[in-house]
């Protein structure tokens, strides 16, 4: 069964963690690199499951892996072998299931809240470029050559136990597409469907997010569909043109609102940094049942959802 389906059945919302790379950079980690938090997975793993440990205490009921970076391309030019690189993948599902079954077993009072999932990260093709095109969606490859790049690692991540996957930052439908290839040699499988949007209504490419989520609804192992790593003053919007064209869950974890510059891979301050908390509860009110957080937010982020959410 859809794992979101079955939490919704039993609670209003399913709260997501929020930033991992952030949360790295406090405990001290230099993440200017092509492998983002990935690198981590090679240099300190035990600090990966320290941060869903902090996000399980704050109140997230899922949890998502630190393989947004993590491919097999990218690890093999870093000078690791291909078993080296399928081994870090699968370790990034294990990190955050080690933390959330530490957490749960725990836990004294389990009446309020699910168990956790742990959803592995799927990053989109840009993400492995390390250029912002995941902000574009102007790539050259075909959806065949989206699929032979997605497929090994999707298949590394279900082996490795993942609850779902988090098909995230996507920049354009044909990857969208394309995963939704892949994911039929894994029927067992569901996926959510996040989109990088640049307005109220566009994702990253310029395609309106009424038809992603149109072509999306007729796909059975969509679970949830939905916008992350977005400015937060567009999501209201957005939810309403998915809601428009789709009965699946909607999912949104917007960034905490600063601005993001892929060149230099640093971050300015945005107009609405300090009003992520208050957005979360209107975006709930306009049909969001799956909420979280991005870049630049932390585990009081979440814990601030709890608060209202519970």
Not at 146 to 162: D, M, N, P, S
Not at 171 to 187: D, G, W
Not at 272 to 294: D, K
């Amino acid at each position: 069964m859809n794992p979101i389906e079955e939490i919704l059945n039993r609670f209003p919302i399913v709260i997501l963690d929020g930033a991992m790379a952030t949360e790295l950079e406090s405990y001290g980690c230099d993440l200017n690199d092509r492998l983002w938090s990935a690198k981590i997975l090679m240099e300190n793993p035990e600090l990966i499951k320290k941060v869903h440990l902090d996000y399980f205490q704050a109140g997230a009921d899922c949890a998502i892996t630190a393989s947004y970076q993590a491919t097999i391309e990218g690890y093999k030019e870093r000078g690791l072998t291909e078993e080296e690189a399928v081994e870090l993948i699968g370790k990034s599902v294990q990190l955050a299931a080690e933390a959330r079954d530490e957490f749960w077993a725990q836990l004294d009072d389990k009446s309020h809240r699910p168990k956790p999932l742990v959803a592995a990260s799927v990053g989109p093709y840009g993400a492995f470029l390390s250029d912002g095109s995941e902000y574009r969606g102007d790539y050259s490859l075909s959806e065949d050559d989206l699929i032979a790049f997605h497929k090994e690692r999707i298949g590394v991540l279900v082996r490795a136990g993942a609850d779902i996957l988090a098909c995230e930052t996507i920049p354009c439908l044909k990857e969208a597409k394309a995963i939704v290839k892949v994911l039929e040699e894994f029927p067992e499988v569901y996926a959510w469907f996040s989109f990088s949007a640049k307005d109220e209504h566009q994702i990253s490419d310029g395609e309106k997010i009424s038809n992603c989520a149109e072509w999306l609804d007729e796909q059975p192992q969509a679970a949830a569909i939905g916008v992350n790593c977005s400015a937060p003053h567009i999501i209201e919007s957005l939810i309403k043109e998915v809601k428009s064209r789709t009965a699946k869950p909607i999912i949104v974890y917007p960034n905490s609102g600063e601005e993001y510059d892929p060149t230099s891979k640093t971050w300015g301050e945005g107009s609405s940094a300090n009003q992520f908390t208050s957005n979360t509860r209107r975006w709930h009110e306009a049909g969001a049942q799956i909420i979280g957080g991005c870049c630049r937010t932390t585990p009081e982020d979440i814990t601030a959802i709890a608060a209202w959410a519970r």
